[in-house]
């Protein structure tokens, strides 16, 4: 059975940063692309971060570009989300997911695995 915990939400100031993790188990880790997404409340859930089995490549929304940073610790099994400089607007529940591609992982209805989520808030 498949599963992906995340850990380090929480309730920061702006400016702030939080380190998200997420745990799995069940999978081949390293076959994977690993990915965070994001849903604040009345919003569409939005892809924030992926990055390949291979760690080649890592693409950010726009949002979080320069701010956020995505990795990987294939011997792990454990993909984080180091967040700095966070806004109001980051505010949301934090998804971690697994996917067998890359390209099907940005995509929210080909996501393979999703983890629970965690909260994170940022008050201004």
């Known amino acids: 059975q498949v599963q992906l915990v995340e850990s380090g939400g929480g309730t920061v100031q702006a400016g702030d940063s939080l380190r998200l993790s997420c745990t799995t188990s069940?999978?081949?880790?390293?076959?994977?692309?690993m990915g965070w997404f994001r849903q604040a409340p009345g919003k569409e859930r939005e892809l924030v971060a992926t990055i390949s089995s291979g760690f080649g490549t890592i693409d950010y929304t726009d949002s979080v570009k320069g701010r956020f940073t995505i990795s990987r610790n294939n011997a792990e099994k454990m993909v984080y989300l180091q967040m700095d400089s966070l806004k109001p607007e980051d505010t949301a529940v934090y998804y971690c997911?697994?996917?067998?591609?890359?390209?099907?992982?940005?995509?929210?209805?080909?996501?393979?695995?999703w983890g629970q989520g965690t909260q994170v808030t940022v008050s201004s």
């Open positions: 069940g999978l081949t880790f390293s076959n994977y692309a």
């Open positions: 997911t697994a996917g067998r591609t890359y390209y099907t992982l940005r995509i929210k209805e080909e996501v393979d695995y």
